[in-house]
């Protein structure tokens, strides 16, 4: 669980961010499209809402946004469905704090233009879908939820809160988030965020929970696959590090091996092991202060790129399926 700097003055439920790139899911059951999806065109809920707050049109609020305003409604503010008596109140009750209603103007200037972030995760997201025809398109939301729930994935929709995204230097995250906190709140987060969102919720996670190499790789095969959805992007970005922590991690690749193999850590069964080397931090403590935290992650990503190029016959469908992962690290070949 990640802490908070201070807790927020205004009434809003803070939610944890979890995952690594402060993913947080509302999940039940396989994701189906109902309706038109064949267009994967980000929804702007979070214009919708922001509208009514301001014009007071409930009426056309709820029939253009039922569905999602449910889900929205019990699942992220949890404040009931919107048949339920008395939901407009609350949910305007919800917005009402001067802070917030700040947050909400400052995303849609922020966000008054989003082609360019629909272009690449409809390009990400083709190749996806491409790779696994199995899988149903989404529908695409973009919400705001008060630094409440992160990504919201349901039988059919995929959903992001916007405000967690408007940049590292954004005034309002000074007080309530640190630095390697807000180094993945920018909008550069979005579309890699989505694109794990939805793997996650469609590939979960099997194997060990409690071993460090069982939730490293797997953590390691989702960003490898990432890497090859952002195709414009660095290869760091699909860890979600900066370049100077992706080039410190190659610099110090053989030593944090060899730290992992000489304490015993590759295979601990230990839960504060496996969180010191994936969950979001200033750094990680095994190693030195210099380095970043999610090493785990890092290497994960390097492991999988290893097997990858040692056997290139694995489609991505192989590769997710595997879970065996000591038979995995061993045909990875993997020797840094």
Known sequence: MISMKYSFSVCLKIVAFFLFSFLFFDCSGKKNCDGDCSELNIIRFDN?????????????????????????????????????????????KYFSDSTLMRLYNDEQEKFNDITGINSELHDGMEILL???????????????????????????ILSLSADKYLGSDYSLYQDYFYDYQ????????????????????????????DVLLDRMLYEGKLRYILSRLLVHRNIWESTGY????????????????????ENKHLFSSSY????????????????????????GVWLGFRIIDSYMKNN??????????????????RKSKYRP
């Open 312 to 329: 290139p016959a694995t489609s991505f469908a192989e590769l997710i399926q595997i879970d065996d992962y000591r038979e995995l690290l």
């Open 272 to 295: 504060l092991t496996v969180e010191q080397y994936l969950k979001p931090a200033p750094y990680t403590a095994s190693l030195s202060g210099e380095s970043p935290g999610r090493v």
């Open 242 to 261: 900066s370049m100077e922590q992706h080039e410190w991690c190659c610099r110090q690749e053989s030593r944090i091996w060899k730290t992992l193999l």
């Open 182 to 209: 807000r180094q993945l709140m920018t909008p550069e987060r979005i579309v890699p965020d989505y694109l794990l969102g939805f793997m996650m919720a469609n590939f979960p996670f099997r194997g060990n929970d």
């Open 130 to 156: 491409q790779h696994f025809p199995a899988l149903q398109r989404p529908k695409i939301y973009l919400h705001v939820s008060g630094f409440n729930q992160n990504v919201i994935v349901d039988d059919s």
């Open 48 to 92: 919708d809402l922001f509208n009514y707050l301001n014009d007071n049109d409930s009426v056309f609020f709820l029939n253009k946004n039922r569905f999602f305003l449910d889900e929205f409604g019990k699942n992220v503010l949890e404040i009931g469905d919107s048949d339920s008596a008395g939901f407009y109140s609350r949910l305007k």
